[in-house]
């Protein structure tokens, strides 16, 4: 193992672990979140799936939401601010906001009424309402 990462990994460590007040060191930008960390809840209630995705400082215009069959895709676009900062007299000493996208992608053991679904988001909480769909027991064909 190359002893540079590893004393990379060490001090970024202590740095993370350690009190802002005596430790202060610029950084623009932490990875994106991987897909697994978009958290979802999926539960079956009745002729609906419920899902419940934790999206946090994302605005609800920012996220996406598609149905194909039973394959739902969520994906949000999260953006960094750097307005806030006055060129000429501020510092910005650290910035862990980050901007790109991530997507999440499940699939559903039936197949979804997407002319009936309905998506909120409140609190960072995006909630869908997937009905399943309505197939009619199978039909038996008279053999002419």
């Known amino acids: 193992m190359n ?3 590893s004393s990379t990994k060490f001090l970024d460590e202590f740095f993370r672990d350690s009190p802002l007040g005596y430790f202060v060191h610029p950084l623009h930008g932490d990875p994106l979140p991987s897909p697994d ?3 979802v809840d999926v539960k079956e209630c009745g002729n609906d799936f ?3 995705a934790d999206i ?3 605005r609800k215009d920012d996220i996406n939401v598609s149905v194909d069959g039973n394959t739902v ?3 949000a676009e999260m953006k960094q601010h750097d ?3 006055d060129a000429d007299t501020d510092r910005i000493l650290r910035s862990e906001r980050y901007y790109g996208a991530v997507s999440r992608t499940f699939t559903l053991p039936a197949t979804v009424d997407q002319a009936n679904a309905k998506a909120t988001c409140e609190n960072g909480v995006l909630r869908l309402t997937l009905p399943k769909m309505v197939n009619n027991a199978s039909k038996r064909l008279k053999i002419e």
């Open 3 to 5: 002893p540079l990462v």
């Open 37 to 39: 960390q978009i958290k």
């Open 50 to 52: 419920i899902v419940k």
């Open 56 to 58: 946090p400082g994302v």
């Open 73 to 75: 895709t969520i994906s």
């Open 83 to 85: 307005q806030d900062k």
